[in-house]
């Protein structure tokens, strides 16, 4: 592949997109490469982390300069690929990291907010620049950032196209942590490392109850809870937990 490169360590897998001549935006190919390294990884991979290349930039957004010519067709073409390819990204039997490295931009915040957790390093920004491109959010932009920070910040972000700095996202609830630059990817691997210690099968119906759940009225919600609780006692680490528990001994997952 050109612009992704992919490194496989047990069940954690780094996804990197490399292409810092353009401080890593992403043009078609790189985005039709980003999705076929997700639907490539080894079957032993329970966690991703994804980051950009260099210390400068995770994803400075979509390439505007492939942008800029589109005809509406192949506009639509491209939304619908960013669209798909984040959703995947998003409900995909993986746990998938953040590390966001530095500018975190339009199509690269919007990357962001697809991932389950994000970490920051101290010198990222992150901002829905689309309006002073003349063009509005086409990556699911205006849809997971006020989920995740709230209507009115999201508001703000995206009608000002202004960049927010690492502390301020943290303070928004925009990132779960923020490191120093050289602690970025061992802080991830350290979240990764302890994400795959625990049931892999709990993980996942919990990722299921609360992305699906959040769409979902309270009532709709909690029966949905109870059904993917009830779900993990069809598996054998819900025995193996437990009697480990009762046995005063570390568990060994599946
Ligand atoms: N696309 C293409 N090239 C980019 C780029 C981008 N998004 N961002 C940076 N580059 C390129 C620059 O053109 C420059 O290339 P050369 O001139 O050296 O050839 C190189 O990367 C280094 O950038 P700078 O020289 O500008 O570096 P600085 O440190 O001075 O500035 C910056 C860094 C991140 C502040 C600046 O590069 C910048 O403002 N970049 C643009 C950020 C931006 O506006 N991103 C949001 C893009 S909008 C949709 C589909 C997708 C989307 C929306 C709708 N539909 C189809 C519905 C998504 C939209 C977006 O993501």
Not at 137 to 164: D, H, N, W
Not at 180 to 206: C, D, H, N, T, Y
């Given at each position: 592949?050109?612009?992704?490169?992919?490194?496989?360590?047990?069940?954690?897998?780094?996804?990197?997109?490399?292409?810092?001549?353009?401080?890593?935006?992403?043009?078609?190919?790189?985005?039709?490469?980003?999705?076929?390294?997700?639907?490539?990884?080894?079957?032993?991979?329970?966690?991703?982390?994804?980051?950009?290349?260099?210390?400068?930039?995770?994803?400075?957004?979509?390439?505007?300069?492939?942008?800029?010519?589109?005809?509406?067709?192949?506009?639509?073409?491209?939304?619908?690929?960013?669209?798909?390819?984040?959703s995947?990204?998003e409900r995909?039997?993986?746990?998938?990291?953040?590390?966001?490295?530095?500018?975190?931009?339009?199509?690269?915040?919007?990357?962001?907010?697809?991932?389950?957790?994000?970490?920051?390093?101290?010198?990222?920004?992150?901002?829905?620049?689309?309006?002073?491109?003349?063009?509005?959010?086409?990556?699911g932009?205006s849809q997971r950032l006020p989920r995740l920070v709230g209507k009115?910040?999201a508001?703000?972000?995206?009608?000002?196209?202004?960049?927010?700095?690492?502390?301020?996202?943290?303070?928004?609830?925009?990132?779960?942590?923020?490191?120093?630059?050289?602690?970025?990817?061992?802080?991830?691997?350290?979240?990764?490392?302890?994400?795959?210690?625990?049931?892999?099968?709990?993980?996942?119906a919990a990722k299921e109850a609360i992305d699906n759940g959040l769409n979902m009225d309270d009532e709709s919600a909690f029966r949905f809870e109870a059904e993917i609780f009830g779900m993990?006692?069809?598996?054998?680490?819900?025995?193996?937990?437990?009697?480990?528990?009762?046995?005063?001994?570390?568990?060994?997952?599946?």
């Amino acid at each position: 592949m050109e612009n992704i490169i992919v490194r496989n360590d047990g069940a954690v897998s780094e996804i990197t997109i490399n292409r810092p001549q353009a401080l890593n935006a992403l043009n078609i190919a790189a985005l039709t490469e980003l999705r076929e390294s997700f639907g490539n990884l080894p079957q032993e991979t329970r966690v991703v982390i994804l980051t950009g290349s260099g210390e400068k930039s995770f994803v400075a957004g979509a390439d505007i300069r492939e942008m800029k010519d589109l005809s509406a067709a192949r506009a639509r073409e491209l939304a619908r690929l960013g669209q798909t390819t984040f959703s995947e990204i998003e409900r995909g039997r993986h746990v998938v990291i953040a590390a966001v490295n530095g500018y975190a931009l339009g199509g690269g915040c919007e990357l962001a907010m697809a991932c389950d957790i994000r970490l920051a390093s101290s010198n990222a920004k992150f901002g829905q620049l689309e309006v002073g491109l003349g063009i509005a959010p086409g990556f699911g932009g205006s849809q997971r950032l006020p989920r995740l920070v709230g209507k009115g910040y999201a508001k703000q972000m995206i009608f000002t196209g202004e960049m927010i700095d690492a502390a301020e996202a943290l303070r928004i609830g925009l990132v779960n942590q923020v490191c120093e630059p050289a602690e970025l990817m061992q802080a991830s691997r350290a979240l990764a490392g302890k994400i795959i210690s625990k049931s892999f099968s709990a993980v996942l119906a919990a990722k299921e109850a609360i992305d699906n759940g959040l769409n979902m009225d309270d009532e709709s919600a909690f029966r949905f809870e109870a059904e993917i609780f009830g779900m993990c006692f069809s598996e054998d680490d819900q025995r193996e937990g437990m009697d480990a528990f009762l046995n005063k001994r570390q568990p060994g997952f599946k």
